[in-house]
């Protein structure tokens, strides 16, 4: 067996649990936003699909909730084992802002986490309502946190360097970095499609079946609606995001586009193969002065190459293709949220058989496109840890590669089970009709929350 650069292997082990982790805050983070329309929908109107709604999918997203503490706890394990200068290095800024997500949002989501799942007949509607409004402002703050030091680590401000060692200097800077707002919207939008889209399809796939409950059309109404907003939302926040990338990190755009030299007027390359050895882009399919136009708003814009950037720019093919599986989900994502809308409120009809298959298809779409997006964002800063001040290959641990290669293994037969065993109970629970469901919602001895008058 050839020797494999253990750096090589810390970095793909640590993909893996980075790719693996983001699945589940990705729906969690959308998903508690979710959960609270449906109890106020209730709370305001009284219909009781909306609360059978939220008793289905607050289970999902519990258990979604749990697998990414777990994943999360283990990715910064490794932040320790794997990865020990970069703690050494910036622990100054990294540590306490980890601390921040743990103190203001992770203890206001496990607290309240509780009264979600076990308190409906315990608590006063309200108390309930209020406790839904926590956990998601909840998962909304660790995000904030988590990627104001991502983000950070792709537009530094705000420190000074002594001895090798970074310092605050100005926190406001450090949080609120250039990239940061931008990352932020993107994400945040990110999961909200992707929660729409695993609610959409898996009510989707529900009527199908033919295991659907009388408020099933609703929430695949509701969800089509929401994705309406969101994924022509997302295009234009993507593109703001886009300006500043090409701004602070220029060789991740040429990367993303394939641009090996410098030069106005660059056209978009809607296919094609980089060939880093060649320094060029094979059976490129481009449209003239597209790229430009969107990177720059001018048709003769300037976009610097690849070549200005010999030994400093991320590889280029997987970078170029996730972007573009990136984009493609997102046009997805529009064109059936908008087919949906058509035949929904345009045709005032139930779901075709055609919409339900596509909808039923793009269940998982959201994953697809936020680990696309993820491994632009993180392969495009390569080969720094910091941009432009660390490289990952300065912080990365000496470790050999048997010992690296036996680790890297564990998790990936570990995180496949985990995903296909989560698969399956998401499956398994889909399938069940709509009585039985009712039925495991009922305690034994306990009623229910009476319907509330509008505005309780």
């Given at each position: 067996?050839?020797d494999?650069d253990?750096?090589?292997l810390?970095r793909?082990q640590f993909?893996?649990?980075?790719?693996?982790?983001?699945?589940?805050?990705?729906i969690?983070?959308?998903?508690?936003w979710?959960l609270?329309?449906?109890?106020l929908?209730?709370?305001t109107?009284?219909?009781k699909?909306?609360e059978?709604a939220?008793?289905?999918?607050?289970?999902i997203?519990a258990?979604s909730?749990?697998?990414?503490?777990?994943s999360g706890?283990?990715?910064?394990f490794?932040f320790?084992t794997?990865?020990p200068?970069?703690?050494e290095?910036?622990?100054n800024?990294s540590g306490?802002?980890?601390?921040y997500?743990?103190?203001?949002?992770?203890?206001?989501?496990?607290t309240?986490?509780?009264?979600m799942l076990?308190?409906?007949?315990r608590?006063?509607n309200?108390?309930?309502?209020?406790?839904?409004?926590l956990?998601?402002?909840?998962?909304?703050?660790?995000a904030?946190?988590?990627?104001?030091l991502?983000?950070?680590m792709?537009?530094?401000?705000?420190?000074?360097?002594?001895n090798?060692?970074?310092?605050?200097?100005s926190?406001?800077?450090v949080?609120?970095?250039?990239s940061?707002p931008?990352?932020?919207?993107?994400?945040?939008?990110?999961?909200m499609?992707t929660?729409?889209?695993?609610v959409?399809?898996?009510?989707?796939w529900r009527m199908?079946?033919?295991?659907?409950?009388?408020?099933?059309a609703?929430i695949?109404k509701?969800?089509?609606v929401?994705a309406m907003?969101?994924?022509?939302?997302?295009?234009?926040?993507?593109?703001?995001?886009?300006?500043?990338?090409?701004?602070?990190q220029p060789?991740k755009i040429?990367?993303i586009e394939?641009?090996?030299e410098?030069e106005r007027?660059?056209?978009?390359?809607?296919f094609g193969?980089?060939?880093e050895?060649?320094?060029?882009?094979?059976?490129?399919?481009?449209?003239?002065y597209a790229?430009?136009?969107i990177?720059?708003?001018d048709?003769?814009?300037?976009v610097r190459?690849?070549?200005?950037?010999?030994g400093e720019h991320?590889?280029?093919?997987?970078?170029?293709w996730?972007?573009?599986?990136?984009v493609?989900i997102?046009?997805l994502m529009?064109?059936?949220?908008?087919?949906?809308?058509?035949?929904?409120?345009?045709?005032?009809?139930?779901p075709?058989?055609w919409?339900?298959?596509?909808?039923?298809?793009m269940?998982?779409?959201?994953?697809?496109?936020?680990l696309?997006?993820?491994?632009?964002t993180?392969?495009?800063r390569?080969?720094?840890?910091?941009h432009?001040?660390?490289?990952?290959?300065?912080?990365?641990?000496?470790?050999?590669?048997?010992?690296?290669l036996?680790t890297f293994?564990g998790?990936m037969a570990?995180y496949v089970?985990i995903l296909?065993?989560?698969i399956?109970t998401?499956?398994y629970?889909?399938?069940k009709?709509?009585?039985?469901?009712?039925?495991m919602?009922?305690?034994p001895?306990?009623?229910?929350?009476?319907?509330?008058?509008?505005g309780?």
């Amino acid at each position: 067996m050839p020797d494999i650069d253990p750096y090589i292997l810390a970095r793909a082990q640590f993909a893996a649990n980075i790719s693996f982790h983001i699945l589940f805050p990705s729906i969690t983070m959308g998903l508690a936003w979710i959960l609270l329309f449906f109890r106020l929908r209730f709370t305001t109107s009284g219909d009781k699909h909306w609360e059978h709604a939220y008793h289905f999918w607050v289970k999902i997203f519990a258990l979604s909730f749990a697998i990414g503490v777990v994943s999360g706890i283990t990715m910064s394990f490794q932040f320790g084992t794997n990865w020990p200068g970069f703690m050494e290095r910036t622990g100054n800024i990294s540590g306490p802002l980890l601390g921040y997500e743990v103190l203001t949002a992770f203890f206001l989501e496990a607290t309240f986490l509780g009264v979600m799942l076990f308190g409906k007949n315990r608590v006063s509607n309200k108390v309930h309502l209020l406790a839904c409004a926590l956990v998601a402002v909840g998962t909304s703050l660790s995000a904030f946190w988590i990627l104001s030091l991502n983000s950070w680590m792709q537009t530094p401000t705000g420190y000074t360097i002594e001895n090798g060692v970074f310092y605050v200097d100005s926190w406001t800077a450090v949080i609120f970095n250039p990239s940061f707002p931008y990352r932020l919207a993107h994400m945040m939008t990110a999961t909200m499609l992707t929660a729409a889209f695993l609610v959409m399809g898996v009510s989707a796939w529900r009527m199908k079946q033919k295991v659907d409950g009388p408020g099933t059309a609703k929430i695949f109404k509701a969800m089509a609606v929401m994705a309406m907003i969101f994924a022509p939302l997302q295009v234009v926040i993507g593109d703001l995001h886009g300006l500043n990338t090409l701004a602070h990190q220029p060789a991740k755009i040429a990367a993303i586009e394939g641009v090996w030299e410098t030069e106005r007027g660059v056209p978009f390359t809607v296919f094609g193969f980089p060939d880093e050895d060649t320094r060029t882009t094979r059976f490129a399919l481009e449209i003239p002065y597209a790229a430009s136009w969107i990177l720059t708003h001018d048709i003769n814009g300037e976009v610097r190459g690849l070549n200005e950037f010999e030994g400093e720019h991320p590889p280029v093919a997987i970078v170029f293709w996730s972007f573009r599986v990136m984009v493609g989900i997102g046009m997805l994502m529009i064109l059936v949220s908008w087919w949906a809308g058509w035949e929904l409120f345009k045709r005032k009809q139930k779901p075709s058989t055609w919409l339900l298959n596509a909808a039923s298809w793009m269940t998982f779409s959201g994953w697809v496109a936020v680990l696309a997006g993820w491994y632009v964002t993180e392969i495009g800063r390569q080969p720094w840890i910091v941009h432009g001040l660390l490289t990952s290959a300065e912080v990365v641990a000496d470790h050999s590669s048997g010992i690296m290669l036996s680790t890297f293994t564990g998790y990936m037969a570990l995180y496949v089970f985990i995903l296909v065993s989560y698969i399956a109970t998401l499956r398994y629970m889909a399938t069940k009709p709509a009585a039985s469901l009712l039925a495991m919602d009922q305690v034994p001895g306990q009623a229910t929350h009476q319907q509330p008058a509008k505005g309780a």
